[in-house]
Every structure is written in C-alpha cells, then in structure tokens.
C-alpha cells in the first residue's frame, strides 16, 4: 500500500455563469475530488454580484461531495447583519470553513470605501464572523505587496491583525519567483505571524490575459518566464507541457524549504492542476 506524503492541497474555483461553464466546474471537481484536498473554495465577485451563484456551487459540494466547502465572503455591498446572516446560514449547512476578504470594489467605482453599516475591512469581518460560529478561516496575503499598501510593513501589520482576529492560514497571491514567497514568509515570522503561510499557485493557461491579471493586482511576472511562452500563442499543447513544468519547478522549490501545503487558483480547469499535484506525489484516494 502506497503511503500518501505529507504536502496538503487546496483548490480555488469561480461560479460558473453559463451551461457550458457550468458543466466544466463540475467536470473539473469531479476529476479533482479523489486527491482528496484540505477544503474547496469558491469565489465571490468583486462587489458581491454572484452571491447567490457562490452559494449554490458550495452548497452542491457540500450535498453532492466528499470535498470541504469554503465559501469567499467579502466587506463589500452588505451591512454586517447581512453579512452574520449568511455567515449562520452557511453554518446551518454544515460550512465550517470560509475564505474572508475585503473584497474589491465594482469595476470603475473608484477606490474602495467601506459599506456605511458593514465590516470596514478583513480583520473586522474576521472578527465578525468569529462571534457567530467557530469557523476556520482563511485570509489572504501579499508577498509583494498588496498594492493600496503604503509599504510593505503597513501590509505586513494588516496581515497579523487578520491572523490575531482569528484566523488560522493566510493564503498568499499568485506569483512565479519562489524566492519572493520565502522572503515574505520569513518577514511574517519576524513579524510574529505565526498562522500557517500557504503559496497560492497559478498554473498558466494563456500569457496575455495573465500578463492583465498581474499588472491588477501587483504581481509581477519574470522575464524569463514570459520568454518561455514566445511564440506559443496558437500552440496550446505545448503551452500546456510548458504551464506545468513551470509550476512543477516552483513548487518543487518551495517544498525544498519545508513548504508542506498549496493552494490552486484552478480556474476552473483540472488538468494542470491534476498533474501538478501528481508531481507533488499526490495520488487519488481509494
């Protein structure tokens, strides 16, 4: 009988907004759910707009699998009644794991200003969600900086009162240089953070729109990674063995210097995340 190692994964997933999409999710969990992960997440857009979509897809997993659901709750568009509300209700399903954050404001509405009657920001909706139930929470982190920080050390502070608020693993941006998640990690341990530090790992499905996806969220993408993808733009099976050999390298890497667990941004396809993890020694689960 095989022994399965020590690493533990996680999944990311969004709600599907059409039948087609809707049947890919699905098709991608089923693939994914033997690897038997620590817990499931599923997004929530930026201003609260698939609430209900989020709801449905976490409840399915919570009724149709095996898998651990944990809903994304943001600060944005509810008051804090809302907000507990939905939090009790997905307690009331059998939810003990949610994913908070801040959230980030509708496209085009300016900078984020907090709901007049709601939870300011991440640490506070930690903090809310702790007087409803006991949930595990999960928050996210920034190895390079969040980028409405106004230095790394403000956003080193907003990540320990996250963690001192209640929460029990920081989930960290994508990025593509493992050195900058090792530097980030021992930062937080001289910061007194003592909450377990997960990489968030994007397998890479198509270079330009991850190129518009990192310059939104302050995540920078190396130029020797860019040169990989040259001349692959109507090649998708060669970009395909190229996304997973990257991913391979980075978290090969990291398991190197005692990295033990993983998050994948999926987005909603299984592939590449299935063989990234095959290569981590991850086997399906009798």
């Known amino acids: ?20 999409m809707e049947r890919t999710l699905w098709a991608s969990i089923e693939r994914l759910e033997p690897l038997a992960p620590r817990f499931v997440s599923v997004t929530y857009g930026a201003d609260g707009s698939t609430r209900d979509r989020t709801h449905r897809v976490i409840s399915r997993v919570q009724r149709e699998t095996r898998l651990t659901g944990a809903p994304h709750l943001t600060c944005i568009g509810a008051s804090r009644g809302e907000i507990k509300d939905i939090a009790r209700s997905y307690w009331d399903e059998g939810i003990r794991h949610i994913v908070a954050l801040r959230g980030d404001p509708p496209a085009g509405s300016g900078s984020y200003a907090p709901h007049k009657d709601g939870f300011a920001y991440a640490a506070d909706l930690v903090s809310g969600l702790k007087e409803v ?37 920081a989930i960290t941006q994508f990025f593509f240089d493992a050195d900058c998640f090792l530097r980030f990690r021992d930062a937080c341990a001289d910061r007194g953070i003592r909450a377990a530090m997960v990489p968030g790992i994007l397998p890479i499905t198509r270079l ?22 040259e001349g692959l733009d109507d090649d998708a099976e060669t970009r395909k063995m190229i996304a997973a050999s990257v991913a391979i390298e980075q978290v090969a890497r990291l398991r190197r210097e005692g990295v033990e667990e993983f998050h994948f941004y999926t987005l909603n396809r299984a592939e590449l995340t ?4 095959h290569a981590l020694g991850l086997r399906a689960a009798a």
């Open 208 to 229: 330009p729109q991850l190129l518009k996806f990192a310059a939104r969220c302050g995540a920078s993408v190396p130029a020797w990674l860019v040169e990989r993808f």
């Open 274 to 277: 299935y063989a990234i993890c």
């Open 133 to 169: 139930a006991d949930f595990e929470i999960s928050v996210a982190a920034y190895p390079e900086t969040h980028p409405e920080a106004l230095s790394p050390q403000q956003d080193l502070e907003n990540l320990k009162r996250k963690i001192d608020a209640g929460a029990a693993r």
């Open 1 to 20: 009988m095989s022994i399965r190692p020590s690493v533990q994964v996680s999944f990311e997933f969004f709600p599907p907004n059409d039948e087609v």
